[in-house]
């Protein structure tokens, strides 16, 4: 087992929240920015399918190997999800780290064309 102090998990989970919380729009900005405007929509909503997709999936799982493990079975999770978060940063950067942002145009300071 990886630990056995309540307290001890509960900050953990706290800082892991915190941590995903803060870096949700980063990973969205910069997925989103490889898509002209036109594209975003249909990107977001395949983006979002996906990620919902995969956390009924390691739900279920999670729940079946802590099932048949026991105990045991919390330690197992923590590794897989070390391991999936690991592929994923991957995945992101492989599939994403070559492209050029293709956003809006920055907004002008000031007009211009006189009205």
């Keep these: 087992m990886l630990t056995g102090n309540v307290a001890l998990a509960g900050i953990a989970l706290a800082a892991r929240a915190s941590l995903m919380y803060g870096a949700q729009p980063t990973w969205s900005a910069y997925t989103l920015s490889s898509f002209v405007p036109a594209e975003r929509a249909a990107a977001n909503a395949t983006l979002a399918l996906a990620w919902n ?6 739900a279920s799982a999670s729940g079946a190997i ?12 923590m590794l897989v999800l070390v391991l999936c978060y690991g592929v994923g940063a991957t995945l992101v950067l492989r599939l994403f780290g070559g492209r050029l942002p293709q956003g809006d145009e920055a907004p002008a300071l000031w007009p211009t064309k006189a009205d």
């Design 53 to 58: 997709i995969a956390a009924a999936i390691a």
């Design 66 to 77: 802590r099932g048949a493990l026991g105990p045991d079975g919390f330690t197992v999770n």
